[in-house]
């Protein structure tokens, strides 16, 4: 069974920093890129980050590039995303999806619980 | 970027009558659409994918059509587990992007 779990959100003052991270199971992780997708409370779903199964190729949402750095440790079947330089509205459940297509980009066939970030003085 | 925009953003349906949800793409994605659900206080899951194939675990009163820039998603016959918020999603460009959403209720 395939399984996601997320660690790390928290309350955070604006311009701090957090690493989610989502820990991986019951797949070979280092197959299938991975995705991260952030929902606001009561807003809809948005993509953030997505990395290939090497990390050698690597997307951003504009709303988060330049602060948030998504990373894999395939030894350790762990996706991250640090994110620095918080702002209030990246508040949200951060999500971690796993590609359904092993090494293709597309559509999430998995995801985790969440873990959410609130961002607040 | 390419801007999904679902419709109606509520529907409201009885148990065992029909629904329909649009999904409407900025410019053409072929095929590369997919659909997820998403109940309160959990993730969203996949429904449907390449716009028209059914994930697994939902039953085929579920269906998705069309391509380019107008798709579909059909209920059939609403059952009660199925009211919940739907979302489409393409994976023709990046960036990914969903639509705003439609949540299904019980009227």
């Known amino acids: 069974e395939v399984q996601l779990l997320e660690s790390g959100g928290g309350l955070e003052q604006p311009g701090g920093s957090l690493r989610l991270s989502c820990a991986a199971s019951?797949?070979?992780?280092?197959?299938?890129?991975m995705t991260w997708v952030r929902q606001a409370p009561g807003k809809g779903l948005e993509w953030v980050s997505t990395?290939?199964?090497?990390?050698?190729?690597?997307y951003y949402a504009d709303s988060v590039k330049g602060r948030f750095t998504i990373s894999r440790d395939n030894s350790k079947d762990t996706l991250y995303l640090e994110m620095d330089n918080l702002r209030a509205d990246d508040t949200a459940i951060y999500y971690c999806?796993?590609?359904?297509?092993?090494?293709?980009?597309?559509?999430?066939?998995?995801w985790g619980q969440g873990s959410l970030v609130t961002v607040s003085s | 970027e390419i801007v999904m925009t679902q419709s109606p953003a509520t529907l409201s349906v009885s148990p065992g009558e029909g629904a329909t949800l649009s999904c409407r793409a900025s410019?053409?994605?072929?095929?590369?659409l997919a659909w997820y659900q998403q109940k309160p206080g959990q993730p969203p899951r996949l429904l449907i994918y390449?716009?028209?194939a059914r994930a697994a675990g939902f039953p085929a009163r579920f269906s998705g059509t069309g391509s380019g820039t107008e798709f579909t998603l059909t209920i059939s016959s609403l059952q009660s587990e199925d009211f919940a918020l739907y979302y489409c999603?393409?994976?023709?460009?990046?960036?990914?992007?969903f639509g705003g959403g439609t949540k299904v209720e019980i009227k």
């Open positions: 390449g716009a028209s």
């Open positions: 990395i290939s199964v090497t990390g050698n190729r690597i």
């Open positions: 999603q393409q994976y023709s460009n990046w960036p990914l992007t």
């Open positions: 019951g797949f070979t992780f280092s197959n299938y890129a």
């Open positions: 410019q053409s994605i072929t095929t590369n």
């Open positions: 999806a796993q590609e359904a297509v092993p090494g293709l980009f597309e559509y999430f066939q998995h």
